[in-house]
């Protein structure tokens, strides 16, 4: 195993995964209760106490490249059940949100189903669950997913097979559209509302986690 | 007219993979005279995925056009079956109450709130707001002898501090309620444990050892059916029992109705409302089992009936007995 | 007036951000001031030489010391004065540590402010006067809240010293939480065999009174004098009958009573002596249990009395009695580890906390020494020990760390090897601590000669599973998830400052800390101390701790006492409220607002007056405020006194 260097610990990650969860991340005492309770651990490359440890310590390209941020499943144990209030995950959430925009690949079909899921409410407004499925299964090249479970649902009318699309679906489009070119931006919102002279909400800005 | 109106957000799933929840949930809530107004022309709700990988402001700029369009029909509350789409939700508004946020959402929209909003879970509202004696009420069919085990899943009552609706880990909403319906309601330890989400779909087995789990522990307690409220857990737990049974080389066939589905049956709304044909497990043997302990029960409760009614007959015949024996003004 | 003006250094702690030369410098030219210099540690023998030299050599009448807080060093500086020949009044202080060099680090506005601090302290001492002390008796009496070790310990020291000890104790027995207890770490010697003799030494010391089930109802009254009310609680057994036989306890027919003693885990009668060792020895009915009480129809114990000491109209006591010093020794509780939900919240019987699984381990416990599982009696096989349940966890509000739970887990999981040599114990912990003489020694015979596996990790999930237990925890030296079955889950519980201590603390008048802890005089100079002259703290009352630090306490706080004691007068403090008759129009306000009732009405040529008593009263000043007259004024905080440091600071 490598040597750690802790004087390389990169603090502007530290500093970036606080503010993006709002959660103080020195109050971890790596008591392992979220490793614990974690249903999802067995799928996990760290346990979560120890990817804890790895943001602590500063070590960026690790956490962002673990399996463990796109095996999470989001079911909060870790944050219910943490003996100082730590929303862990929201933690995990945050780094997620950041391997996303450092463009990592993340666990492929994982991502892919993610992917897909967005895609379908892009296009629709709404989640087309077959759709959504057939576009997972043509990129993972996994055609045999589920079909055990078509004759299932199929007779009982359990599968929509063509989407429904709502009226406001270029109204969703445009939001996501906005979002892709920035339209959400902190840096841009703030400055706009700067401009706006609405100095009270940029004073009242508290990071983006819970407020 | 009915005093409890909210606006009601069905969700994806519900027009697919848990049709049977949405029905039934209307049907109930017709039922007990609570009026749902539909959010007109409403969009996926930025649930998990969304939330997952792109951004809050994204996924909650989606949950903002839902509250959007309710207001376009003067209406603030939303209910929502789905605890995935409650907890989105929910989370949206807790977040736009950050002005900043609510200003990044807002350039997204382009459709600024103009009123304060909530949203609850269908659940909470049936519990709370109508109240297990009014569901008592209801019920024309109890489900007397019905061995049920509760199962919340994870995401109904989490977090505890924003959620505040029951007990984040052990609630008892569900149990009250499935009481209430005359059910035996078994104390289900694994009650909030993850069932593996939408795993199901991107790792194979993930979902085989967290269902399964429950699914032992529900054979383990001999129940007849786990009850959930949750599309993606019952999705897990029912239409892949067969795939959990072939990874764990386990043979359950327990049926995992929506608790609405329990409801409608109980207050005899018609096939169509209970949607027991939408289950891949059957619930007709867990039926077949209640009605057979029902009578049991009922003989049981005649025989300590009958024991009770001639213990209290001879004890009155003693002290009527010792009364007249007695010499007047006797006593102590 | 000659007034001479002191700068202390306190070695960088003021020096470091205020310019004490231009301090002293700038007092030099304050009214009166004859003399002004600067000091390194004005509280050090030099220090202190130098003012008693200063005073003789300028022929100082008034001295300013500008250093740290009063709290501390104001009798030291008083001492120092008055060994020059000064009245101890004539002094005054300016705290330019706590009030500025430890809270600002702007040099130039820091000395500003310590100058004004200093002149303002220079205006108040030009009105001051000398003021005397008076003397008055002290009633060498003590009274002990509190029966468990500390209060034993207390007690017994005060009585071998000749004290008159009044001990009050809210149990029907005396013991507290020692007498619950097995055995006792690191020595694993018996622990009812150590306190068993210390508890009848308290029954029959010649100068020990003690009240059993009864509570302290009010105190008034000042240090020397303190006037104790006690409740005696009826326990329908009169006890200067009851010879404590048993017969009553043997025929009570309501044999299915929570057993208190032994924590809910086996059951009793509800005419109850509390365990064979119990001081007093006397039974008591427990009401909510017992079948007259509840249904109207019983009466067996009164019958089989053979003294006829049931009493069952009996009705709670008043008693009264003056003491001169009070120990507060109330001990803990265990924090209400059911808002820990994921470990069953109290619904599963084989989940139990330490004070319970101490029971299943003595002898005189409900299962006679057998460790015997809760739900079916059978022994267990594997136990599970979780650490810092409601200890070190901020999200039940328990942020500190217990103290003891390490050292008597590793207790537990040694006695259950001796008790079950087929055993295994899991210990889960998150740091170990074990800082005591022996302890840590204690903690590795634990893992390496009785085997028991200690895995660093908190447990996330406790649930049924068949007839055991599954405990999932984490490993986070292994870095893993971990599941281990167990038939019995002990908890370590934290303790949490006893039941209505904060109630107790204010009938005191002592402080305690958000968690209901009594707070200590100074935390390192003054730990048995409080802020209130003459009551005393021992044991677990002011912070948890284990059995040899709460004897310690005990022992100290009973030196204190006799300390206090030894002296047959006391002296009054001065700086009490004075009446101005010609001004007073006997309004009576003053009566009314008076928190200490020192103020009574009197007549002066026919008119309505009112007097102070002088050794009842605190000095608090809220008379002098309430005084539509100005006629009612706390000496050495005079109205003129406090308008003259105003002026001093606003003369702009």
């Known amino acids: 195993m490598e040597t750690i260097g802790l004087h390389e610990a990169d603090e502007d990650f530290i500093r970036e995964v606080e503010?993006?969860?709002?959660?103080?991340?020195?109050?971890?005492?790596?008591?392992g209760n979220c490793t614990a309770g974690c249903p999802m651990s067995f799928t996990y490359d760290y346990p979560v106490s120890r990817?804890?440890?790895?943001?602590?310590?500063?070590?960026?390209?690790?956490?962002?490249?673990?399996r463990t941020i796109w095996m999470c499943a989001s079911c909060e144990t870790c944050s219910e059940r943490c003996p100082n209030k730590i929303d862990v995950a929201g933690v995990v959430e945050a780094c997620r949100h950041m391997a996303c925009r450092a463009g990592k690949d993340g666990v492929y079909a994982v991502k892919t189903f993610w992917d897909a899921f967005v895609l379908s409410v892009n296009q629709h407004g709404r989640a087309h669950e077959a759709g959504l499925l057939a576009m997972y299964m043509f990129r993972t090249g996994r055609f045999w997913t589920d079909v055990d479970l078509a004759p299932k649902m199929l007779p009982k009318g359990k599968i929509?097979?063509?989407?429904?699309?709502?009226?406001?679906?270029?109204?969703?489009?445009?939001?996501?559209?906005?979002?892709r070119e920035g339209a959400a931006d902190e840096e841009a919102v703030r400055s706009r509302l700067a401009a706006e002279r609405r100095d009270d909400v940029v004073a009242a800005y508290s990071g983006e986690g819970c407020p | 007219?009915?005093?409890?109106h909210f606006g009601y957000f069905p969700g994806c799933s519900g027009l697919g993979t848990s049709l049977e929840y949405e029905r039934s949930t209307r049907a109930v809530c017709g039922a007990l005279g609570v009026?749902?107004?539909?959010?007109?022309?409403?969009?996926?709700?930025?649930?998990?995925?969304?939330a997952h990988t792109a951004d809050h402001a994204l996924s909650s700029a989606l949950a903002s056009r839902i509250f959007a369009q309710a207001e376009s029909v003067g209406i603030a509350d939303i209910i929502t079956p789905c605890p995935s789409c409650l907890k989105n939700l929910h989370n949206a508004l807790r977040r736009m109450e950050d002005p900043l946020f609510r200003a990044r959402v807002e350039a997204l929209t382009q459709r600024p709130l103009r009123r304060a909003h909530t949203t609850k879970s269908v659940l909470q509202v049936l519990v709370e707001d109508v109240g297990?004696?009014?569901?008592?009420?209801?019920v024309r069919r109890p489900l007397k002898g019905l061995r049920v085990a509760p199962y919340y899943g994870c995401l109904l009552t989490r977090p505890g501090d924003s959620m505040k609706f029951d007990n984040p880990e052990n609630p008892v909403s569900l149990d009250r309620l499935l009481e209430s319906l005359g059910a035996e309601v078994l104390p289900f330890p694994l009650k909030v444990e993850c069932c593996g989400a939408a795993f199901g779909v991107p790792a194979r087995d993930v979902v085989p050892r967290l269902s399964g789990k429950l699914l032992d522990l529900a054979a383990e307690l001999d129940a007849d059916a786990v009850v959930v409220a949750c599309p993606l857990c019952q999705m897990n737990l029912d239409l892949r029992q067969d795939q959990i049974n072939a990874a764990n080389g386990t043979r359950h066939s327990i049926p995992v109705p929506y608790f609405t589905q329990l409801m409608a049956y109980a207050f005899g709304l018609g096939d169509e409302a209970e949607g027991f044909a939408k289950l891949a497990v059957s619930m007709a043997p867990a039926f077949a089992r209640m009605e057979g302990r029902a009578a049991a029960i009922e003989r049981q409760e005649r025989e300590a009936a009958a024991r009770e009614a001639k213990k209290a007959g001879s004890a009155a015949e003693k002290k009527s007995a010792k009364a007249a024996s007695a010499p007047a003004g006797g006593g102590l | 007036m000659r007034i001479g003006v002191f700068i202390c250094h306190c070695g960088s702690n003021i020096a470091g951000t205020v310019d004490c030369a231009s301090v002293a410098e700038q007092a030099a030219a304050f009214p009166d001031v004859v003399f002004s210099t600067d000091t390194l540690y004005a509280c050090s023998e030099p220090g202190q030489d130098a003012i008693i030299e200063a005073i003789k050599e300028h022929r100082l009448t008034g001295v300013v010391v500008a250093s740290c807080t009063p709290r501390m060093h104001e009798p030291t500086f008083r001492r120092a004065v008055e060994r020059a020949g000064l009245n101890r009044y004539l002094f005054e202080m300016a705290n330019i540590r706590e009030h500025v060099s430890w809270i600002g680090k702007d040099m130039q506005a820091n000395t500003n402010k310590s100058a004004e601090l200093v002149r303002m302290a220079v205006a108040k001492l030009r009105l001051n006067t000398e003021l005397k002390p008076k003397f008055f008796p002290v009633t060498k009496r003590v009274l002990v809240i509190g029966g468990g070790v500390a209060g034993i310990q207390a007690a017994l020291d005060a009585a071998d010293a000749g004290l008159e000890v009044v001990m009050v104790e809210r149990e029907p027995s005396i013991g507290g939480k020692m007498a619950k207890l097995d055995k006792t770490f690191p020595t694993v010697d018996c622990s009812s065999c150590i306190l068993?003799?210390?508890?009848v030494d308290v029954a029959q010391h010649p100068n020990i009174t003690l009240h059993a089930a009864s509570e302290v109802e009010a105190v008034s009254g000042y240090v020397g004098n303190f006037e104790v009310t006690i409740r005696k609680k009826s326990t329908c057994v009169d006890w200067s009958k009851c010879t404590g036989c048993g017969l009553c306890t043997e025929k009570c027919p309501a044999k299915k009573s929570y057993d208190r003693f032994n924590e809910g885990m086996g059951h009793t009668s509800a005419i109850v002596i509390p365990f064979p060792q119990a001081i007093p020895k006397k039974a008591g009915i427990e009401k909510e249990h017992c079948r007259l009480f509840r249904t109207g129809k019983c009466g067996v114990c009164a019958k089989i009395c053979p003294t006829g000491a049931v009493d069952y109209a009996m009705r709670d006591q008043i008693v009264s009695v003056k003491v001169g010093g009070i120990v507060a020794a109330t001990g803990y509780d265990l924090m209400d580890w059911t808002v820990y939900e994921e470990y069953g919240g109290g619904r599963y019987p084989d989940v139990i906390t330490s004070l319970q699984y101490e029971r299943l381990l003595s002898a005189s416990g409900p299962t006679g020494g057998h460790v015997k599982r809760p739900s079916d009696g059978r022994e267990p096989q594997s136990v599970v020990f979780i650490q810092c349940v409601g200890s070190r966890d901020c999200s039940v509000d328990r942020p500190y760390c217990s103290g003891f739970c390490c050292m008597y887990t590793a207790k537990q999981a040694i006695l259950t090897k001796d008790h079950l040599p087929d055993s295994q114990s899991y210990v889960f912990y998150m740091d170990i601590r074990s800082p005591g003489k022996g302890y840590d020694e204690f903690t590795r015979r634990v893992q390496e000669e009785y085997r028991a596996r200690y895995i660093r990790g908190r447990v996330s999930l406790v649930y049924p599973k068949g007839d055991k237990l599954m405990v999932r925890g984490a490993d986070t030296l292994m870095g893993t998830q971990v599941e281990v079955e167990a038939d019995l889950v002990v908890l370590a519980v934290g303790g949490e400052a006893a039941r209505g201590a904060p109630h107790l603390a204010e009938k005191l008048r002592i402080s305690y800390d958000a968690y209901g802890f009594f707070m200590e005089g100074h935390p390192k100079l003054k730990p048995v101390e409080t802020n209130t002259a003459g009551v005393f703290l021992a044991g677990s009352c002011q912070g948890l701790k284990d059995i040899p630090s709460s004897v310690a306490q005990g022992s100290a706080a009973a030196a204190k006492v006799i300390g206090l004691l030894s002296r047959d007068m006391l002296e009054s403090d001065p700086q009490i409220a004075q009446v101005n008759a010609g001004r007073c129009i006997g309004c009576g306000k003053c009566i009314s607002v008076c928190p200490f009732k020192a103020i009574q009405e009197t007549e002066a040529r026919g008119l309505p007056k009112v007097e102070v008593i002088e050794t009842v009263c605190q000095g608090c000043g809220v008379c002098n405020a309430t005084c539509p007259q100005g006629a009612i004024q706390l000496?050495?905080?005079?109205?003129?006194?406090?308008?003259?440091?105003?002026?001093?600071?606003?003369?702009f």
């Open chain 3, 196 to 199: 068993g003799p210390r508890m």
């Open chain 3, 635 to 651: 000496s050495h905080f005079t109205d003129n006194q406090i308008l003259a440091e105003v002026e001093a600071l606003c003369r």
């Open chain 2, 35 to 50: 009026a749902l107004t539909e959010v007109p022309d409403w969009n996926c709700c930025g649930s998990s995925p969304v």
């Open chain 1, 160 to 179: 929509a097979i063509l989407p429904h699309r709502i009226q406001g679906r270029r109204e969703v489009a445009e939001i996501f559209r906005r979002f």
């Open chain 2, 1 to 4: 007219m009915s005093s409890q």
């Open chain 2, 132 to 138: 297990c004696s009014r569901i008592r009420d209801a």
């Open chain 1, 19 to 31: 503010e993006r969860s709002g959660q103080a991340l020195s109050r971890c005492y790596q008591c």
């Open chain 1, 51 to 66: 990817l804890m440890r790895f943001i602590q310590a500063g070590r960026k390209d690790l956490v962002l490249s673990a």
